[in-house]
């Protein structure tokens, strides 16, 4: 039976409780529409936890939501020091947490409840007459296995990506021999440092990936070198490194910047070997060790473990049965893809976006957060912030206020290309004059926003 009661009002349905998706529930609690929130894990910012390890690039004062923020400063909470920058579970511990408890949220949030597809109630996608007033059709797992439906009449997906890593393979697909090395081959950013060294210590480590996650994971790795005799091996798609090192102190996120220099530091101090043009075709077993062999034949010494921080993907299982309008490159809404495709604009610096970017024909959908980028890495957590003000905004019919645009992004200091910026009109220009003090916003180490942080390109 549908989760409600006939005859009420159906709630809005928002998927995912991590910064971006709490945002929208405070958004819509403001705004005196009914909600409900999903959450896979059992606990709010599950997937954030899963590498609360890594430092953010930004200072508390700057990964606070607006509404969010002024609901909690009015139950008492405190702001921690705003120059400070906390790791992923500071962040969830400090601010993520409380807000899921705040008595205008907390009843409205179901944990362990994981959506696994979302259709339109009684019509199929093909199927057009009456469709618009049809609620949304929404099923979901409960921890147990339990089967669980739900009606709404409008959703919200901010799931994030971080569950969906890309594979080893330079194509797309796991590589031939990918799944059964599998128990050597961590997805994501282990704690070299803590909970998992013992996995590296002493080892031959690969890392596969050249965005901020591998730098992170990378520099991590430096200590057990120095400390436990870990040998280090990175192998990076790219045969020009100088592109992945960003805009160092022209950065608007001095910590993005600087990580970016650190890693060219390690990079040339020979610490660590470096393998640029390895686009992996193959994985072959060597005993309990793993080679990896490239397009061009090459292969690698054999390896002990593999961390593969190669991004993450939208995984659109659970909307295949609605309209969406998704590009297909980037697989993010068609009107938001051109501002985000890493292969004409691979800086990170996006011109603020709203509701008519991420709008589907599939009215009262949208995805936020992480996941409405695809494909695409560079996600910054105000970007969703904004998002989800716009969305609900148009959710309760002010379209003036839904299309006004309140954010100014952060310039990374480098960009590929200058196509997009030159076409902007400018009150679309990815920034509009203001100082690294002005803006607001969290390049993720992981490369998902609502679960992690930013390129990760092999």
């Known amino acids: 039976m549908p989760q409600h009661t006939e005859g009420e009002t159906l709630p809005t349905l928002v998927i995912g409780a991590g910064p971006v998706g709490l945002a929208a529930a405070a958004r819509l609690s403001q705004e005196g529409r009914r909600f409900i929130v999903l959450e896979s894990g059992a606990r709010p910012g599950h997937a954030i936890r899963r590498w609360g390890h890594v430092r953010l690039f930004t200072p508390w004062r700057y990964l606070v939501d607006e509404v969010a923020g002024r609901m909690l400063r009015d139950s008492g909470w405190t702001m921690p020091d705003a120059d400070g920058v906390p790791t992923g579970g500071e962040l969830v511990d400090a601010y993520v947490a409380p807000l899921?408890?705040?008595p205008a949220l907390a009843p409205h949030i179901r944990y362990g409840t994981r959506v696994v597809r979302v259709s339109r109630r009684g019509l199929d996608k093909v199927k057009t007459a009456g469709r618009e007033e049809a609620p949304f059709d929404v099923r979901a797992e409960a921890a147990d296995g339990t089967p669980l439906r739900f009606l709404a009449s409008a959703v919200i997906d901010a799931s994030g990506t971080y569950d969906s890593a890309n594979p080893l393979g330079a194509g797309g697909l796991p590589a031939?021999?990918?799944?059964?090395?599998?128990?050597?081959?961590?997805?994501?950013?282990?704690?070299?440092?803590?909970?998992?060294?013992?996995?590296?210590?002493?080892?031959?480590?690969?890392?596969?990936?050249?965005?901020?996650?591998?730098?992170?994971?990378?520099?991590?790795?430096?200590?057990?070198?120095?400390?436990?005799?870990?040998?280090?091996t990175w192998f990076v798609r790219s045969a020009d490194l100088s592109r992945l090192w960003g805009g160092g102190e022209a950065d608007s996120l001095g910590e993005?910047?600087?990580l970016g220099m650190r890693m060219r530091g390690l990079a040339e101090s020979g610490t660590i070997r470096v393998v640029t043009g390895f686009a992996i075709d193959?994985?072959?077993?060597?005993?309990?060790?793993?080679?990896?062999?490239?397009?061009?034949?090459?292969?690698?010494?054999?390896?002990?473990?593999?961390v593969a921080v190669t991004g993450f993907r939208p995984d659109l299982s659970l909307t295949q049965d609605?309209?969406?309008?998704?590009?297909?490159?980037?697989?993010?809404?068609?009107?938001?893809?051109?501002?985000?495709?890493?292969?004409?604009h691979s800086c990170g610096t996006v011109p603020p976006h709203g509701f008519r970017e991420l709008a589907h024909s599939e009215p009262g959908f949208y995805t936020v957060g992480m996941k409405s980028y695809g494909r695409a890495p560079t996600f910054l957590l105000l970007t969703g912030y904004e998002q989800v003000r716009s969305v609900v905004k148009a959710l309760v019919g002010d379209i003036t206020a839904a299309e006004r645009v309140e954010l100014c992004l952060p310039e990374t200091g480098v960009c590929s290309t200058d196509t997009i910026l030159a076409t902007a009109a400018p009150a679309e220009a990815p920034c509009c004059g203001a100082s690294s003090e002005d803006v607001d916003a969290a390049d993720w180490a992981t490369g998902e926003a609502e679960a992690a942080p930013a390129p990760n390109a092999p």
């Open 176 to 232: 031939p021999g990918e799944t059964s090395a599998r128990p050597r081959v961590y997805y994501g950013l282990p704690d070299v440092r803590g909970r998992d060294r013992l996995l590296y210590a002493g080892k031959h480590v690969g890392v596969v990936g050249s965005g901020h996650s591998a730098f992170n994971t990378l520099l991590d790795l430096e200590s057990l070198v120095e400390e436990d005799g870990t040998t280090v």
């Open 282 to 306: 193959e994985l072959v077993a060597d005993g309990s060790r793993v080679v990896l062999r490239s397009v061009d034949g090459r292969v690698s010494e054999p390896l002990d473990e593999i």
């Open 256 to 258: 993005r910047g600087r």
């Open 322 to 344: 609605l309209r969406l309008d998704l590009d297909s490159i980037v697989e993010a809404p068609k009107a938001l893809a051109p501002l985000i495709d890493p292969n004409v």
């Open 100 to 102: 899921a408890m705040l």
